[in-house]
């Protein structure tokens, strides 16, 4: 049992340590996503999406900092390697050859989308499992992603 929680089954724990570092694996690479098109985006409003980009990194990475310190308190080792992430992600792979910032928008946008179908299916198996506050850190997390997905689709329009 988790040395620092008590009141959880064993299989609630080990649901959500496996549900945490899956959207860690996923997060990780939406968060290296970010940054290809932070940095090399290109065009009209530049500047805005250049630090949009930044902004949607800094809200991603703060939310699988605290994925990464739940699998902890779990008594779980937080998996984030380049090499597990790039086993464990069920991302898609981002392109490496795109420039004009509506291209980049696009694809970021796809992969946030494919992350935050995911969050919500994490609450959901976390919930059903008895662990309410995993179910918690989810649903932050996807209500984060949902509005930062508004912003970037925004520049679609």
């Not at 985006?41 to 990475?61: Q, Y």
């Not at 008594?75 to 795109?98: F, I």
């Not at 509506?102 to 970021?108: C, L, T, W």
């Amino acid at each position: 049992m988790a040395v620092n929680v008590k009141g959880l089954t064993d299989n609630a724990r080990k649901t959500a340590v496996s549900e945490l570092n899956a959207r860690l694996a996923d997060g990780l690479a939406l968060s290296m996503a970010i940054k290809q098109a932070h940095w090399n985006v290109k065009g009209i409003n530049f500047i805005a999406v250049h630090e949009l980009f930044d902004t949607v990194h800094a809200n991603l990475e703060a939310h699988l900092d605290v994925f990464a310190e739940r699998v902890q308190v779990l008594d779980g080792v937080a998996v984030g390697t380049a090499e597990a992430v790039a086993k464990a992600s069920t991302l898609k792979e981002y392109p490496t050859d795109l420039v004009k910032s509506a291209d980049h928008i696009r694809e970021i946008c796809a992969r946030m989308r494919d992350h935050g179908e995911k969050l919500r299916a994490a609450i959901d198996v976390t919930d059903e499992a008895g662990d309410a506050n995993t179910a918690d850190i989810f649903t932050a997390a996807s209500r984060t992603a949902d509005k930062d997905l508004w912003f970037l689709e925004s520049h679609l329009e």
